[in-house]
């Protein structure tokens, strides 16, 4: 039987097992950052985001009013959503159903935000997280938005990334192949509507940990944060 932990990394680890958190806004890099620090690492990856997607595109696919947050409420334990946690290749199912690229449609980013702010469906995808961090057999790297506030307080390393709005929407547009000066300004306005819903939400919002490390990667390559998040957790391996 699948379990929620499944296909963690084969790599060996090179030292002891570390939770590291990473959150932060919309497109400051926290998916491709921290796939690669937990694949150079050996340790696994959580993408939580994508559990939100998977929960929102499984409630507008079986009709549920997503801006009722009472109907949401009443059908968050029915979807079984099991992510895949190996850095080079993570997955996300739900029913049984490969949910990777459905989650990423303009109309699952749209309602997601109301989705994960009805307080039922945070407290089924925060067990999830919290189960699956803690059978890692060599760590793992969680990103989203409340990993360092809520989900896992206690993590070894936190940190939260940030990066100016027009940056972001720069990267987001580039990925999208949408790089008009049109296209820019509303993919950034997009951004920034995202991010307002997710830090004003009352439970549990987007939020920096007192004692996470602030990257701004505005102006800093992907790969310069990645070495410097490798620097921080090998750090913390060699302490422990
Ligand atoms: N430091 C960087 N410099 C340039 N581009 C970057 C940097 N970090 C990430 N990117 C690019 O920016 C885009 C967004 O990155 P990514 O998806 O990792 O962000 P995210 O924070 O996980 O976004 P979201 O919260 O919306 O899922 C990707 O195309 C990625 O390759
Ligand atoms: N820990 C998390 C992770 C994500 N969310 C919500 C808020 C985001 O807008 C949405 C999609 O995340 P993305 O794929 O863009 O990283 O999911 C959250 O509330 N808590």
Redesign the pocket.
């Known amino acids: 039987m699948e379990t929620a932990a499944q296909a963690a990394p084969a790599a060996p680890a090179t030292g002891p097992a570390v939770i590291v958190a990473i ?1 932060g806004p ?2 400051t890099g ?2 491709s950052t921290s796939r690669a620090v937990a694949a150079r690492l050996g340790m696994s990856f959580l ?7 998977a929960m ?1 595109w499984w409630m507008t696919g079986n009709g549920v009013d997503v801006s009722d947050p009472s109907a949401v409420a009443a059908l968050a334990r029915k979807p079984a959503i099991v992510s895949g946690t190996d850095p080079k290749a993570p997955t996300i199912t739900v029913d049984g159903a490969d949910a990777s690229g459905p ?2 449609t303009p109309e699952v ?1 749209a309602n ?2 109301a ?3 009805v307080p039922e469906v ?1 407290e089924v ?1 925060t067990g999830l ?1 919290r189960s699956i961090a803690a059978s890692a057999p060599h760590g793992i790297v ?6 360092g506030t ?2 896992l307080p206690d993590a070894d390393v936190k940190i939260f990334l940030t990066a100016s709005a027009e940056a972001r929407a720069a990267r987001r547009s580039g990925e999208l192949g949408a790089t008009t000066g049109a296209a820019v300004a509303a993919t950034k306005e997009a951004l920034i509507q ?2 307002a ?2 830090s004003t ?1 009352k439970a ?3 939020a920096k940990a007192a004692d996470a490390t602030e990257i701004d990667t505005t102006d800093l390559t992907l790969a310069q944060v990645i070495d410097r998040i490798v620097a921080l957790v090998e750090e913390k391996r060699a302490a422990k």
């Open positions: 959150d919309s497109g926290k998916s993408d939580t985001g994508a559990q939100y997607r929102t989650i990423r980013t997601v935000s989705v994960s702010a945070r995808i997280q969680v990103e989203g938005r409340d990993i809520t989900v995202r991010d819903a997710d939400r549990s919002p987007l």
